[in-house]
């Protein structure tokens, strides 16, 4: 029976931070909790059995009343039942979601028209793959993509929407299935370097612009990422996109004599500007020995 309690108590923890963040006190929400194991109730019953003092759950069950919470179904004592969770707080979230389009819609009539030169963080992965579907689903033009499949993946639902409104994708993909992302004509998708391997610390990055207006960038394996739509940024951000592509292209008609050239995967020129640390993961990931780290191709003269 202990045991069973502890659970319970443990669950209830486990629920007061997200209570707390929909604006209920402590005391109410475990007045609200302990009608839902228990009702009908008095305040006496429900005080006793959750630990909350009495006059407390007095003051929480009228709150919670008056926010439709729980009902009181008699009199001579007075008893209590909660409202179903999936009723009341789909109430709440229809309730806020209404609230915040119409300030937001009211406040955007004194917001400064210019363009936000800040760079925000966004923490959390939750909110970062919201960000980043908001981003794509409210684009109009172009989306341009660089980012291991694994990701892209995650957003393919958004991305599908867009190349049906038309809009022109750019994927520059780590990962060998490019046709997975072609969901239209108007979706352009490459290997990153014609065969879609990630090298450098760069290339764990997941980047994203759209409209050329704003971009976003994160590290594929941290939750927090990087919104701007400061134009120097968001230039830049396109700019290395677009010279990937330009990369893609070339590898896929020329890669044979690239690689004649600078060895695989650009071996040389990666050689010349990696650190000594990202060296060493370029070695571990290619198998390519440290005696070839410094071999380079004589060209003709003339």
């Known amino acids: 029976m202990a045991a069973t309690a502890l659970t319970i108590d443990q669950k209830s923890e486990e629920f007061l931070h997200d209570f707390k963040r ?5 005391y109410e929400a475990r007045v609200y909790m302990q009608l839902l194991r228990s009702s009908p ?23 919670l009343t008056q926010r439709g919470a729980v009902m009181p179904i008699s009199e001579n004592p007075v008893r209590y039942v909660a409202t179903p969770p999936a009723r009341h707080f789909g ?32 923490r959390g992965a939750d909110l970062v793959r919201e960000k980043i579907d908001a981003l ?26 867009a190349a049906k409104r038309g809009v022109n994708i750019l994927i520059v993909l780590f990962g060998d299935d490019a046709d997975q992302f072609r969901f239209s004509k108007n979706c352009r998708v490459y290997l990153h370097e014609g065969n ?29 990422a990087f919104h701007t739509r400061n134009k120097a940024v968001v230039r830049m951000a396109d700019t290395l996109i677009r010279h990937d592509f330009y990369m893609a292209e070339i590898f896929s008609r020329f ?14 020129l990666r050689m010349k500007t990696f650190s000594p640390e990202q060296q060493e993961t370029f070695v ?3 198998g390519l020995k ?13």
Not at 94 to 117: F, G, Y
Not at 197 to 224: K, P, Q, W, Y
């Open 41 to 63: 109730a008095t305040a006496y019953e429900a005080a006793k059995a959750c630990g909350v003092p009495r006059p407390n759950t007095y003051n929480a069950l009228e709150t």
């Open 255 to 268: 890669g044979s004599q690239i690689d004649a050239a600078f060895g695989p995967h650009l071996q040389d």
């Open 284 to 286: 571990k990931r290619t």
């Open 136 to 161: 794509i689903d409210t684009s109009e033009s172009s989306i341009r993509i660089k980012a291991a499949d694994s990701i892209v993946r995650l957003h393919s639902d958004v991305l599908k929407r």
């Open 196 to 224: 879609g391997v990630r090298m450098g610390d760069a290339d764990n990055l997941f980047t994203l612009t759209c409209d050329h207006l704003e971009m976003l960038t994160t590290s594929i394996d941290d939750t927090v």
């Open 290 to 302: 440290h005696s070839e780290q410094g071999r380079r191709t004589r060209r003709p003269r003339g």
């Open 22 to 26: 929909l604006g209920f006190s402590e």
């Open 91 to 122: 109430a709440i979230s229809r309730q806020t979601n209404a609230v915040c389009e119409s300030l937001a819609l009211r406040l955007k009539e004194i917001e400064t028209p210019e363009d936000d030169p800040y760079v925000w963080n966004i």
